[in-house]
T-cell receptor
């Protein structure tokens, strides 16, 4: 299994600013992902964080708004840029092992409120 | 396209058995997952089916029929702490992320 930590756990930000969320996994994992969960909703995949290369974004999400880094096998960051109240959500980091064929684990999430 | 459907809400009483169904239509299939999520917490892994049949793990069991695009999560001997959202998710291919359904909110009453 993998234990995933995220920082910050929550934040309140002003419109137009940016926030970078950090994700640390306690073991080397093959795949890392970022999800968004809006209030009362299920999880929506933002992107797959690829080590050493550009992230792969899902439809509706773009790199300029959600730049992602993954410099090594255990760490990734997601930046929410030029925030608006619609970006208020929980952002979850996720990871899977065994070449992405096994279980997928989740971090505790970052609760973001944009005012 | 892809579609993962599950009921929005279910209610049950302590000690009972409840079955949460999930149907899926995806462009690929490499496993079906069930997660439990309590309010304000991250999803926690419950079960994973990649082959047809029943997987049992304590009070929880999960069933998969790939030909029917159908799975269910069976919860036995319900407890109040089982009140949570239950998320069905599909992995479309090896090394790809899970795609989630909208989740089923289960309320267990005494």
């Amino acid at each position: 299994s993998a234990v995933i930590s995220q920082k910050p756990s929550r934040d309140i930000c002003q419109r137009g600013t940016s926030l970078t969320i950090q994700c640390q996994v306690d073991s080397q994992v093959t795949m890392m992902f970022w999800y968004r969960q809006q209030p009362g909703q299920s999880l929506t995949l933002i992107a797959t964080a690829n080590q050493g290369s550009e992230a792969t974004y899902e439809s509706g999400f773009v790199i300029d708004k959600f730049p992602i880094s993954r410099p090594n096998l255990t760490f990734s960051t997601l930046t929410v840029s030029n925030m608006s109240p619609e970006d208020s959500s929980i952002y979850l980091c996720s990871a899977s092992m065994r070449q992405g064929m096994g279980e997928q684990y989740f971090g505790p999430g970052t609760r973001l409120t944009v005012t | 396209g892809q579609n993962i459907d599950q009921p929005t809400e279910m209610t049950a009483t302590e000690g009972a058995i409840v079955q949460i169904n999930c149907t899926y239509q995806t462009s690929g299939f490499n496993g079906l997952f069930w997660y439990q999520q309590h309010a304000g917490e991250a999803p926690t892994f419950l079960s994973y089916n990649v082959l047809d049949g029943l997987e049992e793990k304590g009070r929880f069991s999960s069933f998969l029929s790939r030909s029917k695009g159908y799975s269910y999560l069976l919860l036995k001997e319900l407890q109040m702490k089982d009140s949570a959202s239950y998320l069905c998710a599909v992995r479309k291919g090896g090394g790809t992320a899970l795609i989630f359904g909208k989740g089923t909110t289960l309320s267990v009453s005494s």
